[in-house]
């Protein structure tokens, strides 16, 4: 989708699907306002050469002029405010493309890369400049239908002045030169303007500036935030530099042709070769023909630079089509055998190292299963991988003996649910914060207070102002609820779906104490066991305690990405070996009394 017609059409098209008659209109005005130009210029010189003849053709001559004059100042005012409108309607759709090509996106791997979010970045900040390419394209071809018309009428004084139109060309090249050294300084300094938005964010951040104010490093912060400012203005500055010197070097040139032009011609009107109209319409266009082609620069730089916004828009549609999921099987009711991972290991895009190895495991249909291991061992990315936010790097995942890569993946997760260690807090209703688990049943309060009780966050809700009604956050006003309180109502989210056929309890309860996690997996491991059971769902517990998965059907173990050992509780305490000796330690840790 680059090049100049792709980005005109494109913008275009959107624009005439926003407005059809505005859009149809700014085009009808483009075309007017060039056509005025010329009669202008064309005005002058019969008026002046008039001069001496009867009153009825300096009349006519004046009353062109007052038109054209007339016609120029009019259709550029209307111009002007019905391209603003179009931008902005344009921007939005452009904005919304934006979110649903991001969304829309399966995986979340583009949301964890850096050459992603940086070229995301781009695009945000040039939504608005990729809306008004269009007009400065539409502009740009009006100056130079309007620079058509001046040279003909040039041509008619003398040939030779159609020379001044040539000199057109250096502005337009250098201004291309300085557009390409803006680009690509801007593309150079995406990632340091990231950071530094980020970084700025987190002073403004509650949950972040709690901890930077008490370790003393909100200066520190700031500084750094400071330090990608100044590299990118730097870069920004340079660069802005060489682009003012490209065009200075352009319109220098175009200087020497006018000054050349109006010099010949006068000398012709010495010579009585021409009249002193010709002099006066030469001297008038020349006037114009520099705001013509200051305007066909000005659009040639917003073209550009809707070229390269359009590049990063191209790569992104590119990227979603790569990473459009073409599963279209269909999800079973229930689960008749289980899920198998077979020979499955996985590493991050852009990295070498696998984070799982050689996974070979199966998840039994109505069973509960835990996994442990210590951080980095794999367990989140297992779960990833589970609910299709990543594919395997290699092997296959089956559910029912159905490849996953194959299955329909928004079937797949309309029938999974999940609390995760870094869960989502909305700023919305109570009861609103635990329906989105459900999108269908978001405002059906009997099965939001379900799912409540069953995550024991209706004692959270009983203390809030106006119950479920209540707004949640103090980003619109609501109340503010503690880390524990957010993590209740994260769990009722996830236990909104009564019979997923895969529910999952990632972590998200690490900052309790034991007791307080022992119990909320008890809860969502209890909360409808017998419903899931009879729907072969499979209920997946991760936690680094040991202590809380006793309950767990079957336990896996993960070590450096591979799983070490697997069975119950009570066979792996008899087995002896990894389990055994992280268990014990955690016990001695939990019941040891106070050092003396």
């Not at 059809?20 to 483009?30: F, M, N, P």
């Not at 009428?153 to 337009?172: D, E, R, S």
């Not at 190895?357 to 996994?371: E, S």
């Amino acid at each position: 989708m680059s090049g100049r017609p792709t980005v005109v059409g494109s913008i275009l098209r959107l624009a005439y699907a926003a407005d059809a008659k505005a859009t149809v209109l700014v085009v009808a005005l483009a075309c007017v306002n060039s056509v005025s130009v010329a009669a202008s210029g064309l005005s002058v010189r019969w008026l002046a050469d008039s001069a001496r003849a009867a009153p009825a053709m300096v009349l006519w001559a004046a009353l062109l002029g007052a038109l054209a004059y007339a016609a120029m100042a009019a259709v550029e005012r209307v111009q002007h405010n019905v391209e603003v409108d179009l931008t902005e309607r344009v921007d939005l759709v452009l904005s919304q493309r934006l979110f649903r090509l991001t969304g829309g996106v399966p995986t979340v791997e583009h949301l964890e890369r850096a050459e992603y979010l940086d070229r995301l970045s781009q695009i945000r900040r040039g939504t608005e400049t990729l809306a008004g390419a269009c007009w400065g394209a539409v502009g740009a071809a009006s100056s130079v239908l309007s620079l058509l018309l001046s040279a003909w009428l040039l041509a008619l004084v003398h040939p030779a002045l159609v020379l001044l139109v040539l000199f057109a060309i250096p502005p337009l090249v250098c201004a291309r030169r300085a557009s390409g050294v803006i680009g690509r300084a801007r593309a150079a300094v995406a990632g340091a303007e990231r950071r530094e938005a980020r970084l700025h964010r987190m002073a403004t951040d509650a949950g972040a500036a709690k901890e930077l104010r008490i370790s003393g490093s909100s200066a520190a912060v700031s500084s750094a935030a400071a330090a990608f400012w100044d590299e990118a203005t730097e870069v920004l500055v340079r660069a802005g530099r060489r682009a003012a010197l490209w065009r200075a070097a352009g319109w220098a040139l175009f200087a020497l042709g006018y000054i050349g032009a109006l010099a010949f011609v006068a000398l012709l009107v010495a010579r009585g070769e021409r009249t002193p109209g010709d002099l006066l319409m030469v001297a008038g266009l020349s006037t114009y023909l520099r705001t013509q082609l200051n305007n066909t620069v000005e659009g040639s730089t917003q073209l550009a630079e809707g070229r390269h916004v359009m590049a990063q828009f191209t790569w992104l549609e590119r990227h979603a089509a790569d990473r459009r999921h073409t599963g279209t099987g269909r999800v079973p009711s229930r689960l008749a055998d289980g899920i198998h991972l077979r020979g499955v290991s996985f590493a991050y895009p852009g990295t070498d190292t696998p984070v799982l190895q050689d996974v070979n495991l199966f998840l039994r249909a109505g069973t509960t299963v835990a996994v442990v291991g210590f951080n980095g061992a794999g367990k989140t990315s297992l779960v990833k991988l589970l609910t299709g936010m990543y594919e395997p790097t290699s092997g296959d995942i089956e559910v029912d003996g159905t490849a996953l890569r194959a299955i329909d993946l928004d079937a797949w997760r309309s029938r999974t649910s999940a609390a995760f260690q870094d869960f989502w807090q909305p700023q919305v209703s109570a009861g609103q914060a635990i329906g989105l688990g459900d999108l269908p049943h978001v405002d059906d309060r009997p099965a939001v207070a379900r799912a409540a009780a069953a995550a024991n966050a209706d004692t959270v809700v009983a203390g809030l102002p106006a119950g479920f009604d209540t707004r949640l956050g103090r980003v619109f006003g609501g109340a503010d609820l503690s880390h524990g309180q957010w993590q209740r109502l994260a769990t009722g989210r996830a236990l909104m779906r009564a019979t997923p056929l895969l529910a999952i309890l990632d972590e998200p309860t690490a900052a309790l104490d034991p007791q307080s996690e022992h119990d909320l997996y008890e809860r969502f491991v209890g909360a409808g066991r017998a419903d899931r059971a009879a729907a072969g769902s499979i209920t997946l517990l991760v936690s680094h305690r040991f202590s809380t998965v006793r309950m767990a059907d079957h336990i896996v173990v993960l070590a450096a990405g591979s799983v070490v050992q697997e069975g119950s509780h009570e066979q792996l305490m008899a087995a002896g070996g990894h389990y055994a000796d992280l268990y014990r330690t955690q016990s001695r840790a939990y019941t040891a009394g106070p050092a003396l």
